[in-house]
C-alpha cells in the first residue's frame, strides 16, 4: 500500500509554454502533499506544502504565481509550470502523508522535465 | 528543523556491512531521525526511523547514541543494488516539513 504516482515521468517542453504535472494518491487519502525540485547530483529542494482545498503554502525563493499548485482532491495535486524556461528543466518530485498517520512521506517516481 | 551533517560518499564491496553517520547536534527533545534512500531518478523510499536507542527492520538498523547528537544507519551485507544516495532528515515526527541535506552517496562494487 502507499502507492504515489506521477505523471508524466518525463515531459520535453518549448521554453514559454506551460506544463502540469499530476501526483495522485493510488491506495490512501493523502491529507498532505509536497512538491520537490531536484537539479542532477543535487538534494531535493522542498517547493510547496499543499492541503487538499486549501492554498498552497510556498518555500522562500518558490514563486507562486509560475509554479501553481491545485490539490483539488484527497488523492491529486497537480504542480503546473507556466512560462517554462530552461532553467526550470529539473527533476520533480512529490509526495504525500497518509491520513492517521504523519511520520512518513511516500515519494512519487518523478517527473523529469527538460525545457528548450 | 535541525541540521544534519553526512559524509559525501562511500564505498563498499558486495557482501560487507555499511555504515553512515549523521551528525546533528541541535536535534531538539521532539524530534525524530528518518532515512531515506534514493535511487538516481527515482523518488525518496524511506527506510527506517528512531528516537533513542537501537531500532531494526528488514533493511537496516539505526543506532542513536544516549545524546542523540548523532546517528548510525547500518546496511548488513549490501548488494550491488544497494548503490544509491541516503539521506539522513531530523524533525518531529509529527511535522511533515522535510529538510533534505547533502546526503551521502553509496557505492557498492563487485
Known amino acids: 500500500g502507499a502507492v504515489v504516482s506521477q505523471h508524466p515521468s518525463w515531459v520535453i517542453c518549448k521554453s514559454g509554454t506551460s506544463v502540469k504535472i499530476e501526483c495522485r494518491s493510488l491506495?490512501?487519502?493523502?491529507?498532505?502533499m509536497f512538491w520537490y525540485r531536484q537539479f542532477p547530483k543535487q538534494s531535493l529542494m522542498l517547493m510547496a506544502t499543499?492541503?487538499?482545498?486549501?492554498?498552497?503554502?510556498?518555500e522562500q525563493g518558490v514563486e507562486k504565481d509560475k509554479f501553481l499548485i491545485n490539490h483539488a482532491s484527497l488523492t491529486l495535486s497537480t504542480l503546473t509550470v507556466t512560462s517554462a524556461h530552461p532553467e526550470d528543466s529539473s527533476f520533480y518530485i512529490c509526495s504525500a502523508t497518509r491520513a492517521g498517520e504523519s511520520y512518513e512521506q511516500y515519494f512519487g517516481p518523478g517527473t523529469r522535465l527538460t525545457v528548450t | 528543523l535541525a541540521k544534519t551533517t553526512q559524509p559525501i560518499s562511500m564505498d563498499s564491496y558486495e557482501g560487507q556491512e555499511v555504515n553512515i553517520t549523521c551528525s546533528h547536534n541541535?536535534?531538539?527533545?521532539?524530534?525524530?531521525i528518518t532515512w531515506y534512500q534514493q535511487f538516481p531518478s527515482q523518488g525518496p523510499r524511506f527506510i527506517i526511523q528512531?528516537?533513542?536507542t537501537k531500532v531494526t527492520n528488514e533493511v537496516a538498523s539505526l543506532f542513536i547514541p544516549a545524546d542523540r547528537k548523532s546517528s548510525t544507519l547500518s546496511l548488513p551485507r549490501v548488494s550491488l543494488s544497494d548503490t544509491a544516495v541516503y539521506y539522513c532528515l531530523v524533525g518531529p515526527a509529527a511535522g511533515n516539513k522535510l529538510t533534505f541535506g547533502g546526503g551521502t552517496r553509496v557505492l557498492v562494487k563487485p
Open positions: 528512531g528516537y533513542k
Open positions: 541541535n536535534i531538539a527533545t521532539n524530534d525524530y
Open positions: 499543499s492541503n487538499e482545498g486549501s492554498k498552497a503554502t510556498y
Open positions: 491506495d490512501f487519502q493523502a491529507t498532505t
